[in-house]
């Protein structure tokens, strides 16, 4: 694994698991710095920072500390085993914060870093949207996740990776909710029309082949409100059901729908997303839509997907069948 600068001490991923594992029991500092080999005051100092992220950690090295509950800080430790028979496990790099989750991954994919690799962030401080907009990234509230991909693919088929992504995202989210979570070409996840997961693909190919791709994925999880720009348009977990969700469980969920996902794709092609896509997505076929690409904007209705995952738009200005390889969908009246 490449040594990353800024990357999460492992002696403190070695602590929120001790921590985890010996929940509601008051654990001493001196015990801790034994068993994660450092000083107490190290210890002290790094519980600091745990509850800076929102762990609840009771107590002091004098008394001993102890946790109200498991604390949801996705360290590699508390991910990686439960992630065993995947290709993610093996590659976990953790930050407290860094600028961009997708950034650090295209990085990795230029030092030659193996298919699989995760690069995780507590908090981005410039977390990066489709189409040079940010991605708002608050501390601990949600998902900021980037997965390195090596797969044998064409860039004109890159479309159909985005749309395995989106529905890994898709169905783990399904799985925490009441209502089911609608999908948006090629892989926004709506719940009542507002966002509550975004995706962003970057990759790095020549004409005829994919060297790798990442796969930045941000999920709105124990968010209690969102920013006022985005109030109207984004959700999140907590306010769609008024309750604390466990990051570690959703991640955990996602990647190994990704990796189901993934696997069928390499092993069946394309046919069995393009369907599962048209079973879930309300903007497969049928829905009135503006299209904004970066030299138009149009209105129209979708027409399904083409085999590679491009968007068919039947063109209300009579021009004809629209294919769609990027830009913004929205739903149109
Ligand atoms: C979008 O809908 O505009 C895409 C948002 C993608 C956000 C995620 S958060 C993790 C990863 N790192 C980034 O900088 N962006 C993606």
New binding site residues.
């Given amino acids: 694994m490449a040594a990353l600068p800024g990357t999460t001490d492992r002696r403190i991923d070695a602590l929120v698991t001790l921590l985890a594992e010996n929940a509601t029991i008051v654990v001493s500092g001196a015990k801790i710095a034994r068993e994660i080999g450092v000083t107490r005051q190290q210890v002290w100092r790094w519980i600091e920072k745990l509850r800076a992220l929102g762990v609840r950690v009771k107590g002091h090295p004098r008394t001993g500390y102890h946790i109200e509950r498991v604390p949801d800080i996705l360290v590699p430790q508390m991910l990686n085993h439960r992630l065993r028979d995947t290709p993610f496990a093996h590659h976990f790099y953790h930050f407290f914060k860094t600028d961009?989750?997708?950034?650090v991954a295209m990085r990795l994919g230029e030092a030659g870093e193996p298919h699989g690799a995760v690069v995780i962030a507590e908090e981005?401080t410039?977390?990066?949207?489709?189409?040079g907009?940010s991605?708002a990234?608050e501390k601990s509230s949600g998902i900021?996740?980037?997965v390195l991909l090596r797969p044998k693919l064409p860039p004109a088929h890159a479309p159909l990776l985005t749309l395995v992504a989106g529905l890994a995202a898709r169905d783990a989210l399904a799985e925490e909710l009441d209502v089911a979570p609608d999908l948006r070409w090629p892989n926004?996840v709506l719940v009542r029309g507002r966002?509550i997961c975004?995706?962003?693909t970057e990759m790095h190919a020549e004409p005829d082949r994919v060297h790798f791709a990442v796969v930045?994925?941000?999920v709105n999880v124990n968010h209690t409100k969102m920013p006022a720009e985005l109030a109207e348009i984004a959700t999140s977990l907590r306010m769609e059901t008024g309750k604390f969700h466990s990051r570690i469980e959703l991640l955990i969920r996602l990647l190994r729908h990704l990796d189901r996902y993934y696997n069928q794709f390499l092993a069946q092609g394309a046919a069995p997303i393009l369907r599962r896509f048209a079973e879930v997505s309300s903007y497969f076929q049928g829905k009135r839509v503006r299209i904004t690409t970066a030299t138009e904007s149009f209105t129209g209705t979708t027409a399904g997907l083409e085999p590679s995952g491009v968007l068919r738009v039947e063109r209300d200005d009579g021009r004809g069948t629209e294919l769609v390889l990027s830009g913004d969908v929205a739903e149109a009246s």
């Fill in positions: 961009s989750t997708n950034a981005q410039a977390g990066r949207g489709r189409a907009r991605w990234s900021y996740c980037s926004d966002k975004g995706m962003l930045g994925i941000g």
